[in-house]
């Protein structure tokens, strides 16, 4: 008999492999509940019960219970008797006392759920383990039960064991296989055979353990490159990973990203034949949103490192944690208080921006295709797709698609898009039971995975202390060696720290590590996020030009030239993200030759010299400032998205003064330039101060193209997001324009990609820079509160974030009171729909008749009569049956029915024309404020959509590149 880790389970799937055991060993008459209140019973059984009692037949007849009773956390023989003889008197007195008169037992798991339920034989299915030897717990268990239902109505009761659910897995290898990522215990390499049906799939699930094994190795390690330090090479995922604290974008809770990756993975998402499990309820994917720098990359390499030592880890969890060969990463999840997976899923990590270069058109292949290919060049055997598809098939998997912002092209994103919406159809169409994770700067995602069930999460800000923590930690890691300069820089971090607006930098781990970097080398501390990262830069590039040697001196002398190449080759990759034929953020190292040595002639330098100079820079640039990484094959790219956005701010507010203001018009409206955009302003402010006026009014004059458009004000985005980085925070009547013009978002109904949390979080910040912000903030909120619901959709969202924020904030302590005074003016419907809004943003349109009495009182039926534009909307829509006209009697008794489950985004047609949808939005009745609402999103992703690199590149006057004479 083999040993199951059935512990491993959890209730929930532990109760739905008793029911596969009772479909198996009972038949298929054995009728079993699902998730949800059973009256204290998981599954029953009419009729003759035939089973074997560890050796004795026993026949029960009549109706028999069977109920899972499951213990966590095994601790002792002795322990796990005492706990399992208690959970099995209570339910035996709390069913007795349901009916102490009836010649059965009455089952009932509380009088007030009135289930009541007779019943003859009660059989318990545990996983405590109870020992055979003579007075041994399995003797003293049965002595306990007989005397338990004496003088009870209960014919017969029973328990099956831990030793006896191991003997039916043994059996079946259906189950046993629908279960293999729980149950298969200590080291898979040694145990697989155990829980999978064929040779041939073990085989493959050896190779994938191995590869998994060779994986932890190799692939935890975070390059300091990511975050601009050459010269302390790499560290690793369990020397400094912080599990980062992450917000639900419904509004409802908190949690940590990695643990809630993990908790949710725990669960068995699919439905099999052979059990009662059914799709877990609610959302069964995740994607976690997270803004410049704030870690999704490492939080995705957490959660991978989290189950590969699940998966290829050789020891059982009860042993010490020395006896591993990855003693340390394990540790660290123990001390993080992260917990690993108790459902070992194979987990394979997709870097989407490699993915997306390595497909192009006009093939692009299959995830599983490609993911069989990278196991195949790490393996000693080749696994083909078909036999991953097989693996799959039997094992439970996770896939960690990390960075879908960061393919860069429009066109290749889709297709990447589309590449996980296949695997997802897949996995139903061949019952896989297969997770998928998926990380995104809000900005790079246009609902593009909206048909998958996906919890959304937002990665928060890091708190003060947790950034001095993590910095201290990444201190000590890189100077423990010397204990006096590290308790240097650790000062000089907590003096930064103390600094109003400094402070606010600390917002992410990438800022957090760039300050302690810069404290290695001054005490100066940077004011803003444009300061930060050109201290940055510059103090790196001053710590390799000042070493000693030929190279040292070639970057000392060519510094000017150097910056320039860095610059081009930054804009270079920005504009070619707005070329649908490439995928990947990268240069050939040839078009970076060419880019230095054109810039060498044209300072004048002689052919052959500037030929011989082109090549030692480069050499110099990509060996010692490292700055630029190798990519791919032959081209180079930044490493760090935020150090290539820096340099592209710095060459957009680089030159003529009406050129810099013409590329900040341009740029402002463009979300994907939007970050770009808040470094171009911020360099102007430090460098350019002439130019802050017009900058300042090149983004209030950001003009709408109609009524519809102010729903998407970008420009007020960008000015609060000004106001919270500190830019302007030395020129109050700069200060004071930005904060005017930022309050606007709270006039209109916000649907842009970052929500309410975003706002909400934004806003508090923005106005603690001067007490009165924080009373202008609050006059607005109010003030729109009672207006129009359209109107006060926003206030009524910003009022529920600051509610349940647990960071304090003078917004926050001034809010107070307004609760009372928003739900004043309002229906009880009106107070439903808002607070629908300020949960999941863009409702499901719930504005119709009794098709949403469920979730909703229903709204004053919409006459087709009533609605002007009613008809033009019907044509925008792209699936039939998504909208539809309902006959009530009279024909002029026809209502506007829109599903609950009807989404907006998805189902308006592709080939309508903006100026179509800007017509129907302004003629519609102010009843269908939402759809308005999401037509406007829907402008907002089409005009942003322009090719901002075109218009750019107008700006620049750089001659053709050049082949270098005598390269190829």
Known sequence: MADYA????????????????????????????????????????????????????????EVTVFQAKFLQRPVSHQSDFRWLKKHISNEIAAWEKTNRHDESIVLSEAPVQNRRFKFQNILFITNVKLTPATSGTLDRMTEFLSKLIEHKPIKSIGVWHYDKLCRILDSSPAIRGAYAGLITPGDLLARLHLTLPEVRIVDVGLILIQHARNSLAEDQAIRLGESGDPEHGRILIHQIAIDLKVD????????????LAIETGNQRFIKRKDAAAEMPTGCTHLLIFGGPGQGKTTISQLITLAYRLSFANDIEPSMRVENSKFSKEIEFFRSEQIPLPTNRRWPFRVDLAKYAETNGDPTWTHLIKWCATLISERAIFDVTPTQLLSWLKHWPSVFIFDGLDEVVSSDAREKVATSINQLEDDARSHNLDLYIIVTSRPQGYNNELSRLSMQQVTLCPLTKPVSISYARRLIYLRHGNDPVFASEILRRFHTASESKHTSRLLSTPLQTTILTLICEDSARVPQSRWELFNLFYETLYKRESNKTGSVGHLLGQYKHDINYVHEAAARWIEFASNDSTRSVASIPRTVIKSITYDRLLSEGQPVHVARDLAAEIVRATLERLVFLVPMATDSVGFELRSLREYLVARSIASGDGDIIIRRIRLICNHPDWQNIALLAVGSIFSNRQELRGPAIEAIRETQAISDVDLLSPAGSSIALELVADNVANNTPRYLDLLFDHALQLLDHPVHHPQGLRWLTATLAIASSMDGKYVALTKFRIQRNLGRSIEE?????????????????????????????????????TEINLLNIWSGEGVPKLPLANTIVSRSLNPIRPLRLTEISGTHELQLLLDEPGSFKVLQVGEPDASFLILPTDWSAGASFRANVSSDQFRHVALHLDSTLWCIRVAIASVLYQRDTNFDVSVLLTETYEENPIHRIEGET
């Open 792 to 828: 006060a959709a926003t206030a009524w969202g910003v009022l529920a974030s600051l509610r349940s924020t647990n960071i304090p904030s003078p917004l926050r302590d001034a809010a107070i009171g307004l609760d009372e005074f928003a739900a004043r003016p309002r229906s009880r």
């Open 6 to 61: 059935l512990e491993r389970l959890g209730p929930r799937d532990f109760e739905h492999l008793t029911q596969a055991m009772l479909l198996a060993q009972v038949g298929p008459n054995v009728e079993v509940y699902g998730d949800g209140p059973d009256g204290g019973r998981d599954a029953t059984f009419h009729g003759e019960f035939v089973w074997d009692d560890d050796g004795q037949t026993r026949s029960w007849s």
């Open 248 to 259: 639900f974008l419904n509004g409802h809770g908190s949690s940590e990203a990695a643990k």
